[in-house]
């Protein structure tokens, strides 16, 4: 059975932004979604994160990995860590390798993401990869999007005003990028 794992984003919850949405759109499609609840969601680690997807997810070339912001930094470093245990394929909103516009505790939260390095040449193996941008994300510069097609080259799609892609840009679904899922979950 195909199963997709959605990874929120820092501070984020299951319920939160459009995950309950996507899991809709999924679960239509016969997809298991699994939206995992992240542990210590105000102040993420690596280990921590990493820890928990190793033991939630059942990778196989019928999972998908779907990731929101840090979720997407989790999601790299799972794979990276699990020497690219095949997966069918991974999905990332908002993903950063930069950012900007944080302030005093969030640069030392973010810090350890931002310059532990991350074996790509794992992730890279994966056959179906989707990075999704916005123009004016308040957080993640664009420039994100030529540092992942040249890391990754996945497909990248970006989209005008849709910031963070959380409930703060009013964003409770991806309607918007209905014909990208489409094509991704065929």
Same mark, same amino acid.
Do not use: C, R, S
């Given at each position: 059975m195909k199963k997709a794992y959605v990874i929120h984003r820092w501070a984020g919850q299951p319920n939160s932004d459009w995950y309950p949405w996507l899991e809709s759109y999924l679960e239509q499609k016969g997809y298991e979604v699994k939206i995992l609840k992240m542990p210590h969601t105000k102040i993420p680690t690596i280990k921590s994160w990493?820890? +928990?997807l190793q033991k939630e997810i059942e990778p196989s070339p019928e999972t998908f990995l =779907?990731?929101?912001s840090i979720g997407c930094q989790? =999601?790299?470093r799972y794979l990276s860590a699990s020497n690219a245990k095949k997966v069918g394929g991974i999905i990332l909103v908002?993903?950063?390798l930069t950012l900007k516009n944080l302030s005093g505790i969030e640069k030392v939260i973010a810090r350890p993401w931002l310059t532990r390095p991350i074996d790509f040449a794992p992730v890279a193996k994966v056959s179906k990869k989707l990075a999704i941008f916005s123009?004016? !994300?308040r957080v993640v510069p664009i420039e994100n999007a030529e540092l992942f097609r040249k890391e990754l080259n996945p497909e990248i799609v970006i989209v005008k005003d849709k910031g963070h +892609? !959380?409930?703060s840009d009013n964003i409770r679904d991806l309607e918007f990028l209905k014909k990208n899922l489409e094509e991704f979950f065929d």
């Open positions: 990493v820890k +928990f =779907i990731g929101h989790t =999601i790299l908002a993903p950063w123009e004016n !994300d +892609f !959380d409930e």
